[in-house]
């Protein structure tokens, strides 16, 4: 018997593949394992195997050929057998219906049994949707209801798939609905009961409450934030960095009159000296293009009442430690004051969050638009480490970086967090 | 009030009309000096003539195409056939003289006619004298179509077909010439359109006219015995039809049986249903049934007569499909 070869699902997400090659002709014999042809799909060229011996009997689709999931590609048979037949029977598979029909012919005797329904000119009405099984009332996706059902349920907010219909074919019907809102609506008084009790013993905690109306920063950090959160596709990769050396080259510093060098200072300028190393972290995604930026501008994120904001350190990569220190120092203290202009917050090319000052060990940071990518800086530990095979005390900061992988993908993202360590481990070399 | 039959109530409506107008006349078979051929037109001959009451010859073709030129000509007349299976004979009068001169001729003329007789089975008078054809004059426009259940309806129903300036075929049945009921003896008019709900109900609605009209009465009956209360309404007219009256009744019951002595492909139940899926979609919880006489000719055979006319059980048994009772 002749079997139809069909358009396999050969991803999650394909709906359609294009005949790339084919490995056989018409007339050609195959046997089961064989590649018969190639398959372009979303994602990538897939074989096709047969799994059945015999002769290809017809190719029915050519290379370059684009055809739906379940559609024919290919006839396999025994030579010079008839497929007309399956030609013309569209894209199902004869054989693999074959065995379940019996068991369809007695669902619909039954039904006819128990269903009245009769049209003078059409018989039998039920018959309609007898074909399928008695029970459930989902087809494909599509649940059965009466017209009626469905606004009581919609007007409602009931989910008719949550409804068992009790009409022919599982329809669901007025009665269900109606029945389902008893049914929902029967445990209620319970805790009635119990909220009239919990009434009496203490105040309703809900009811007690104070409305803080929204402010401007607030509606903006909600707006952005949730933009990014649910349009960038967010990424995390977090890298544990060895901060001896970095302590111990601050500690000198700061030893000098009239310097200032804190750990985040470091920190920026070890992320604008690694993002010259890697521009494409130092991106936008415009939607059209990507705009790699050639001046590195990073933001750095600053707590004040009410919010936070994001002052941004311009050129940063040209700036040493003592000159970002300051400038943050200036910016923050304006930012608090509510008094940073708006081109001291714009044009920023990459942001860095910092809460190691509150012992955070580790987080996530949201990306601040149109970045690519936000650092988000965790404290510096005190943590047992073993050095040539001994314990020692060590000095360890986790530092996680939010990416964009519209824009950034994970080795590249990797690479970076990879040389801004090396930077950090070896925070001499910043100094060059 | 007196309680009178159902032939009596048309006779009534005429020999008013005619006292009232003397441009009415009537023609038929048998109308005049045999008293009509079921008694409908008894003592016409004598009260009014015989000018105004023609017997005719067996031509029904012949007799609709001058009572049509009558209309066009100023008169009103009434066309009386013995059974309007005999009217196809002369259809091509009705069909196309007066359904549409009046509008070929830009309103210059006028059809103020009534074709009227019984309609459809009347028990084994084999498959030619059998035929509902109410769904074939309702799908001509310029035809206006009625049919009275009642003597009540059909005296004030007959009044208004008359008095009207278009062509009206007016629907009757032999099997109800002789049920009588309660007709006031003063004037009463029962307008186009408009039907009637003498039995109300929760559980679903009934639409029946004609002979089926008592058919779906003797079904309610039963089915309040289940506990099934069924809305009955008879449109009364088939065209205009008050749809109004059933989509506002399924708005409450949720469901509809139509109930029709036509055949069921194209007939008055298939238009019925279109109109309620169209306009009570969202009322409905089960798909509207309809019971009417088989996609086949009348039998002969009592036998198998009496399993092609619907009765009150089909009507329950659809009843019961839409209620989800079975």
Not at chain 1, 317 to 329: L, P, S, Y
Not at chain 2, 250 to 263: A, G, L, Q
Request: charged share 30%.
């Amino acid at each position: 018997m002749a079997i139809v070869i069909d358009m396999p699902k050969l991803s999650d997400t394909m709906e359609e593949g294009v005949i790339a090659k084919w490995n056989v002709k018409e007339g050609d014999k195959v046997s089961s394992g064989d590649i018969i042809a190639e398959v372009e799909t979303d994602k990538a060229t897939m074989d096709v195997e047969v799994f059945d011996d015999g002769t290809v009997l017809k190719l029915v689709a050519s290379e370059g050929d684009s055809i739906p999931l379940g559609g024919i590609i290919a006839i396999i048979g025994d030579e010079g057998e008839d497929i007309s037949g399956l030609l013309d029977g569209g894209s199902d598979s004869k054989s693999k219906e074959a065995p379940k029909q019996p068991k369809k012919n007695d669902s619909e005797a039954e039904e006819k049994k128990d269903d009245k329904a009769f049209d003078p000119l059409f018989g039998e009405l039920e018959g309609e949707a007898s074909s399928e099984e008695k029970v459930p009332n989902e087809d494909g996706g599509r649940v059965k209801a009466s017209p009626l059902a469905r606004k009581m349920a919609e007007e409602q907010g009931i989910d008719l798939s949550s409804v068992k219909g009790s009409g022919p074919n599982g329809r669901v019907v007025k009665a269900d609905i109606e029945g389902f809102e008893a049914k929902a609506e029967a445990p209620k008084p319970e805790p009635k009961a119990e909220q009239k009790q919990a009434a009496k013993t203490a105040t309703a905690p809900a009811a007690n409450y104070e409305d803080i109306p929204i402010n401007q920063m607030r509606k903006t950090i909600a707006r952005r934030l949730s933009e990014s959160m649910f349009t960038n596709p967010h990424f995390y990769e977090t890298i544990d960095i060895d901060m001896k050396k970095a302590v111990q080259m601050r500690e000198s510093l700061n030893a000098m009159p009239d310097v200032k060098v804190s750990f985040n200072d470091m920190v920026v300028k070890a992320c604008a000296v690694a993002l010259r190393r890697h521009p494409k972290i130092n991106s936008s995604w415009l939607g059209d293009v990507i705009r790699m930026h050639k001046d590195v501008h990073i933001a750095v994120a600053v707590a004040v009442e009410d919010g936070l904001l994001t002052p941004v350190i311009r050129d940063t990569d040209r700036k040493g430690f003592a000159e970002i220190g300051n400038e943050v120092r200036v910016l923050a203290g304006k930012a608090k004051e509510k008094k940073l202009q708006p081109d001291q917050m714009e044009g920023s090319t990459f942001t860095i969050s910092n809460l190691g000052m509150f012992g955070i060990e580790e987080f996530t940071a949201i990306i601040n638009p149109p970045n690519a990518c936000i650092l988000a800086v965790g404290a510096i530990r005190d943590v047992p480490v073993i050095e040539n095979g001994e314990v020692v005390p060590g000095k360890r900061m986790k530092v996680t970086l939010s990416s964009d992988h519209r824009v950034v993908d994970g080795a590249l993202a990797a690479q970076f967090l990879q040389t801004l360590r090396s930077l950090l481990e070896e925070p001499m070399g910043m100094l060059l | 009030m007196s309680v009178k039959q159902f032939r009596d109530a048309i006779r009534e409506a005429m020999v008013e009309e005619m006292r009232r107008d003397e441009s009415i006349i009537i023609m038929g078979e048998e109308v005049a000096e045999y008293d009509g051929a079921y008694k409908v037109t008894q003592g016409m001959l004598e009260e009014f003539g015989l000018r105004r009451v023609i017997d005719t010859p067996i031509s029904e073709l012949g007799f609709s195409g001058i009572g049509a030129g009558a209309a066009m000509n100023g008169l009103r007349p009434i066309i009386e056939f013995m059974t309007f299976n005999f009217a196809v004979v002369g259809i091509d009068q009705i069909l196309n003289n007066a359904a549409k001169i009046r509008y070929m001729s830009g309103g210059q003329v006028k059809f103020p006619m009534v074709f009227r007789g019984p309609n459809a089975s009347a028990g084994q008078l084999g498959a030619t004298h059998s035929v509902a054809y109410e769904s074939l004059y309702a799908h001509i426009p310029g035809l206006k179509v009625m049919y009275p259940s009642e003597p009540y309806d059909a005296k004030g129903m007959l009044k208004t077909a008359i008095r009207d300036d278009d062509p009206v075929i007016f629907l009757e049945s032999e099997q109800m010439y002789a049920m009588k009921q309660e007709v006031p003896d003063e004037e009463y008019l029962i307008p186009f359109g408009v039907g009637k709900i003498k039995r109300e109900g929760d559980d679903v609605t009934i639409v029946a006219h004609g002979k089926m009209y008592h058919i779906a009465q003797q079904a309610a009956k039963e089915l309040a015995k289940d506990g099934i209360e069924a809305e009955v309404i008879d449109p009364r007219c088939m065209k205009p039809f008050d749809f109004k009256m059933v989509i506002e009744s399924i708005k409450k019951t949720n469901r509809c049986v139509i109930v029709d002595e036509s055949h069921p492909f194209a007939g008055m139940a298939a238009e019925i249903g279109f109109v309620i899926q169209r306009d009570a979609f969202d009322y409905l919880d089960a798909p509207v049934q309809r019971v009417t006489i088989p996609d086949v000719p009348a039998p002969f055979a009592k036998n198998l007569f009496d399993l092609w006319l619907p009765g009150p059980k089909q009507v329950i048994d659809a009843v019961k499909a839409v209620t989800y009772k079975n």
